[in-house]
C-alpha cells in the first residue's frame, strides 16, 4: 500500500486547509481510512477516521467542528478540510490505512494496524 499526502502549508491562524492523500496498492474502497499528526516534542495523535464506505466518521475532540474527513472511492482519495485553524494544529499529519477490510469497529485503531503514509507539515502563524 502506498500513500501519498499532499497539502500542507503555511496558514495564518482562522485559516483553512485541504490535505489530500492519494492510496495504491490495493482495493481502496475496502478499507478505512485516517489522519494523524504529530507536533514536535510531542506522540503522534488521531485526529479523525473514516470507516471504508464513508458512512461513519470520527474525530478527536479538539478538532471537532473545525475539521471534516471525507472520501472519494472512485479517485482512491482521503480528503481532510481544515477549518478555523489556530496555532496548536501545528504538526506533521500523517495519512492511514487500516490494514483490515471492511472493518465494522470504531476508529482510531491501534497504530499497529495502520500502514503510513510520508507525513505533510501544516504550520499555523498567530
Known amino acids: 500500500v502506498q500513500l501519498q499526502a499532499s497539502g500542507g502549508g503555511l496558514v495564518q491562524a482562522g485559516g483553512s486547509l485541504r490535505l489530500s492523500c492519494a492510496a495504491s496498492?490495493?482495493?481502496?474502497?475496502?478499507?478505512?481510512m485516517g489522519w494523524f499528526r504529530q507536533a514536535p516534542g510531542k506522540e503522534r495523535e488521531f485526529v479523525t477516521g473514516?470507516?471504508?464506505?464513508?458512512?461513519?466518521?470520527y474525530y478527536a475532540d479538539s478538532v471537532k467542528g473545525r475539521f471534516a474527513i471525507s472520501r472519494d472511492n472512485a479517485k482512491n482519495t482521503v480528503y481532510l478540510n481544515m477549518n478555523s485553524l489556530k496555532p496548536e494544529d501545528t504538526a506533521v499529519y500523517y495519512c492511514?490505512?487500516?490494514?483490515?477490510?471492511?472493518?465494522?469497529?470504531?476508529?482510531?485503531?491501534?497504530?499497529?494496524?495502520?500502514?503510513w503514509g510520508e507525513g505533510t507539515q501544516v504550520t499555523v502563524s498567530s
Open positions: 492511514a490505512a487500516d490494514q483490515s477490510a471492511y472493518y465494522i469497529g470504531s476508529y482510531p485503531r491501534p497504530y499497529g494496524t495502520y500502514y
Open positions: 473514516i470507516n471504508w464506505s464513508g458512512g461513519r466518521t
Open positions: 496498492g490495493r482495493t481502496f474502497s475496502s478499507y478505512g
